[in-house]
């Protein structure tokens, strides 16, 4: 079982509580280390050697993820950089005693497919090969080869990585849900199709929910361990979607000064248990399907499946 999970705001003592609160569910955690400088270089931080031992000492694996943060320009730099950011990686992870790096470097485009699968070929060359290389990629229900899922080549990436995690989140750009099942089955559907071991493939599953005001467009990402004293706090009411089986929040807020969001009536689509047993269930029923569950933005670890 593999199991793993992002952790953004780096490692401080206070992780190690977080973690020990798991009880062991975890194998892996993806502290945010690794940053890229507006040169195409490596940037460390908050990589407190004290922290990496704590948690190796607790059979944990160290990998941090290498991120653009969704800004294209830090990404293409990264990939015209790629010979020197490779052996920095390298490098940190032997200075650090690291156990590998996540590379999740996206909102690139086709034009970057080739120069992207060859970074990956050349940071994994610069990595002891018990070292874990893994690579996030963009979930394509729907088969997309121009844009930003254009930018991932499943089958070649593989033939590098020791695993690809796939982003099975994120699905609505407008009020909807983060992962409804039917998208996350045809993205599942999707990888099969691809020359790829099973044994290399982890299903990303979301721990957070996004919340649109009503008359907006953009959303605001708000924890799970967020969600019910938020709608408590707004006398909201729950409703469990069953076509997409996603619970779904309306509530609305009145001149709220000690919570995150401003003034407004808000659609709040999450995940409980309920939402991501039907989305384990998916992965589980497909015999060549590797993932038990990988987490993203798990703030807090006090819900684990």
């Known amino acids: 079982m593999f199991q793993m999970s992002y952790f953004y705001s780096g490692l401080g003592w206070d992780f190690i509580q977080h973690v020990d609160q798991t009880n062991g569910v975890l194998n892996v955690v993806s502290p945010d280390f690794f940053y890229i400088r507006k040169d195409g270089s490596l940037l460390l931080r908050s990589a407190n050697p004290d922290v990496i031992k704590a948690l190796h000492r607790r059979k944990l694996k160290v990998v941090p993820f290498l991120s653009n943060h969704w800004d294209q320009d830090l990404g293409r730099f990264a990939l015209m950089n790629r010979v020197l950011l490779a052996k920095q990686i390298s490098h940190a992870i032997e200075e650090l005693d690291l156990d590998g790096v996540n590379i999740d470097i996206e909102n690139l485009t086709e034009k970057d497919r080739n120069l992207f699968t060859d970074f990956i070929r050349l940071v994994r060359k610069s990595i ?4 874990e290389v893994s690579v996030a990629v963009a979930a394509n229900p729907f ?6 899922h254009g930018s991932y080549d499943y089958e070649y990436l593989a033939k590098y990585a020791d695993y690809l995690m796939v982003m099975a989140y994120d699905e609505s ?3 909807g ?16 199709t691809q020359k790829i071991s099973p044994q290399k493939l982890v299903l990303g599953l979301p721990f957070y929910g996004r919340c649109w005001m009503e008359g907006q467009s953009a959303s605001q990402a708000i924890p799970l361990y967020l969600v019910d004293s938020l709608v408590k706090r707004h006398s909201g009411t729950i409703i469990f979607d ?6 779904k929040a309306i509530f609305t807020v009145n001149h709220d000064n000690k919570g995150p969001l401003p003034s407004g009536t808000y659609t709040l689509w999450f995940e409980n248990e309920q939402s991501l047993r039907a989305k384990i269930k ?7 399907w ?8 798990c703030v807090s670890l006090e819900y684990s499946v």
């Open 173 to 175: 750009r407008l009020a």
């Open 282 to 288: 998916l992965a589980q029923s497909e015999r060549s």
């Open 143 to 148: 088969g997309w080869t121009k844009g930003w």
């Open 177 to 192: 849900p983060t992962a409804s099942v039917g998208w996350v089955e045809k993205s599942i559907q999707y990888v099969l």
């Open 290 to 297: 590797q993932l038990e569950s990988w987490t993203r933005r």
């Open 128 to 131: 002891p090969r018990h070292k």
């Open 242 to 247: 069953t076509k997409s089986q996603s619970p």
